[in-house]
Nanobody
Framework: QVQLVESGGGLVQAGGSLRLSCAASGRTFSSYGMGWFRQAPGKEREFVAAISRSGVSIVYADSVKGRFTISRDNAKNTVYLQMSSLKSEDTAVYYC?????????????????WGQGTQVTVSS
């Protein structure tokens, strides 16, 4: 089992940047694929990005490709989401999630463990 805690959210102007962090408990962080999801008010939670156990494989949602970068540091049990060129439509609660499957997944039901979320608000 793994516990996840997100941080780094906040208020930023359109065009700005933020870096989200997700710290994981436990000694087996490197055995989990990690994903970021987001949920805007009145909308369903959607996939943002995912990274494999080793960090070699990465996938992004089309809406963030070229603007967001997911990375991980297994020595620090942390996954990051660097967000640049932020838009008002990026406003949402951002969640990190862990999945112990070897395959990368973009659907939330594949992820067993979730953080509590961190709010990102982009002002236009």
């Amino acid at each position: 089992q793994v516990q996840l805690v997100e941080s780094g959210g906040g208020l930023v102007q359109a065009g700005g940047s933020l870096r989200l962090s997700c710290a994981a408990s436990g000694r087996t962080f490197s055995s989990y694929g990690m994903g970021w999801f987001r949920q805007a008010p009145g909308k369903e939670r959607e996939f943002v990005a995912a990274i494999s156990r080793s960090g070699v494989s990465i996938v992004y949602a089309d809406s963030v490709k070229g603007r967001f970068t997911i990375s991980r540091d297994n020595a620090k049990n942390t996954v990051y989401l660097q967000m640049s060129s932020l838009k008002s439509e990026d406003t949402a609660v951002y969640y990190c999630a862990a999945d112990n499957d070897i395959l990368l997944h973009t659907t939330e039901y594949k992820y067993a463990y979730w953080g509590q979320g961190t709010q990102v608000t982009v002002s236009s």
